[in-house]
């Protein structure tokens, strides 16, 4: 077994619409092992427009590295072979990469990779933007469930383009086994087939309908795609990325 390696995931309790308490981000780590991952990074919502003050976001950091270390002392116990790492999904805004240098939200772990959603009607022209403004300052973008935007699905050589310029892709392990026909469907299709996507995450909210587990889509991928890349994306990549390693 490879040990998968989620990327992003709400596991970490009361401090977003994921887990809601302490019992629930328990269960959702339970899962999580049992079902085959080693290595999950919290990447709890970070949205800049929802803090009145720096002081409130400072306030919300300390509540992350609280129950981090809750959960990181429950797996220590539990399961001392997983790792757990910080992050945060951040809504892009136009200083996210001052948002990260100030540490008033996460990259992914310690790299210099950030995962960066935006609004699902955003245009090409903001993503592309704010790709290139990420990158041209130090951040390495991996833009998070990359399937939900509407730009990007229906033009394949902007997602195409998007890549050349250095983003990463991250596709939700849900939307791997649900899409079967339409846009959506022929999008991910051509961006496994042309190996466009680099990490497969759960996205988890909860521990029963949107819970955090890879193996049914990693067997899909697998069957589909191959071994080598199934393994690539559930996890070399998304483990170079937590190393800080570059991507290709
Ligand atoms: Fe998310």
Known sequence: MIGFVDLHCHALFRVDDGAKDENTMKSMLD????????????????????FDSEDEVYVQMQRLNHRFKIA??????????????????????LDADVSLATNKCHYLGDSSYALIEFEPDSSAYEIESSVLRLLRRGVRPLIA???????????????????????????????VTK?????????????FKKRMVDVVASDA?????FSPQLSKAYSTVLKKYGQDYADSIFHEKPLAILKNEQIF
């Open 31 to 50: 899962l999580a092992y049992s079902d085959g991952t080693r290595y999950l990074c919290f990447t709890p919502h970070f949205k800049i427009f929802e």
């Open 72 to 93: 990181c002392e429950y797996t220590h116990e539990k399961y001392p072979d997983m790792c757990l790492f910080l992050g945060n999904e951040i809504m892009y805004h």
């Open 145 to 175: 469930h990359i399937e939900r935007y509407s730009a990007i699905v229906k033009d394949f050589s902007f997602a195409k383009s998007l890549k050349d310029n250095g983003a990463l892709f991250q596709v939700n392990a849900r939307s």
């Open 179 to 191: 899409f079967k026909f339409g846009k959506i469907a022929n999008f991910l299709k051509l961006s």
């Open 205 to 209: 909210h909860n521990a029963t309908s």
